[in-house]
């Protein structure tokens, strides 16, 4: 079963401070120091330094075509704010690079792009999802990636930054700005595959009548879709924004691109709500079964008190011991040399002649 891991917060001091101000809030994710990680490229040759240094950022920027700066952990304030100085970087968009609790959201600065979205990366031996920030910010010549942590998520875009032969070598940052973030929507949709495998594994076990079968499983997995689906919904809208905006940096022969990354995040905001829906489906079917099974023990209950009712109070009337030497009226049956088999035997006919009636009537 797949989880939402949760982090414990330890920073989150930005309260009262004036907009622009840059503080790190969040949480413990990223608890080292940050790496810089810079590929520069054209249409006929690529620069890349593993763990850059600022100055080596600096250098690079006003060589080439496009660079992309791509930073693992957002803890410190420092950098940020250089890097912020380089690009250009809106101060409000820097202060919320640093804030990993803001909303995932677009907006346009200028000539420039900022994409705020969150991912989410699988620990697939420990079947838990972990979702962290990942900031986006596009100028006419360098892209700007921020991850809290340091999980590979853009293995395949670094890949094609070094094929020659990649599409992403002759276009400009508009394009690596829909490749990096095609990336996470596929990344996405494979999460949602594992989270739907689940989902109907849970409803064979609630179908099947499962003895371990609990409604904290149905809980469990309503709680990972809403997780995820807090960050899917407004990924799409972002999406879609791309789709359609008016701005130099998506160019009209990559609008097909962005075109295809809002299907994608269209198509995982619906396999979300149906998956919603069917955990919403199964919560009330569990429920209707356990009504039905409670509803069942009722009935069983009810008729063998009902059963027994004549029969007790047959048995209440001649426990009355009146005595019979004061009146011949005072239960005379006492005295019958065959009235105990008697009464039994009439209260065993009048039991099954119930048991038969309850079965005519279907109520057994």
Not at 186 to 210: K, P, R, Y
Not at 244 to 262: C, M, N, Q, S
Request: with cysteine.
């Amino acid at each position: 079963m797949m989880r939402v891991v949760s982090r414990k917060q330890v920073f989150a001091h930005g309260h009262g401070l004036p907009p622009g101000q840059l503080v790190r809030v969040g949480d413990d994710r990223a608890a080292g120091a940050p790496t810089i990680r810079l590929l520069a490229y054209s249409g006929t040759d690529f620069f890349e330094i593993e763990t850059a240094t600022l100055d080596e950022v600096s250098e690079q920027l006003g060589k080439w075509p496009v660079c992309w700066i791509h930073v693992c952990g957002v803890t410190d304030e420092a950098l940020v704010r250089s890097l912020g100085e380089m690009l250009g970087i809106h101060p409000l968009a820097q202060e919320e690079i640093l804030n990993t609790n803001t909303r995932p959201k677009f907006e346009e600065y200028g000539r420039d792009l900022f994409v705020v979205t969150k991912s989410a990366t699988v620990d697939r031996e420990k079947r838990e999802i972990m979702i962290e920030q990942v900031a986006f910010y596009a100028t006419e010549k360098a892209v700007l990636s921020v991850q809290e942590s340091a999980a590979h998520l853009f293995i395949p875009v670094i890949g094609r930054v070094r094929d020659a032969q990649a599409r992403l070598r002759t276009r400009g940052t508009g394009y690596l700005l829909f490749a990096l973030m095609d990336v996470k929507a596929d990344n996405i949709l494979s999460i949602l595959d594992m989270v739907e495998t689940d989902i109907v594994e849970v409803e064979e076990d609630l179908l099947t009548g499962d003895e371990d079968f609990t409604i904290d499983i149905i809980y469990q997995h309503k709680r990972t879709v809403l997780a995820i689906m807090r960050f899917v919904m407004p990924m799409r809208d972002n999406a879609h924004r791309l789709e359609i905006i008016d701005h130099p940096l998506v160019k009209e022969e990559d609008r097909y691109f962005f075109r295809d990354l809002a299907d994608n995040a269209r198509r995982a905001a619906d396999r979300l709500e149906h998956a919603r829906l069917l955990l919403q489906n199964m919560q009330e079917y569990y429920h209707l079964m356990e009504e039905h099974r409670n509803n069942h023990v009722m009935k069983v209950l009810t008729i063998i008190a009902t059963l027994f009712l004549p029969l007790t109070f047959i048995a209440g009337v001649y426990g009355m011991n009146f005595d019979h030497e004061k009146s011949p009226w005072n239960m005379p049956e006492l005295y019958m040399y065959f009235g105990y088999p008697v009464c039994l035997l009439f209260m065993a006919t009048f039991f099954f002649c119930m048991l038969w009636w309850f079965r005519r009537m279907k109520w057994l």
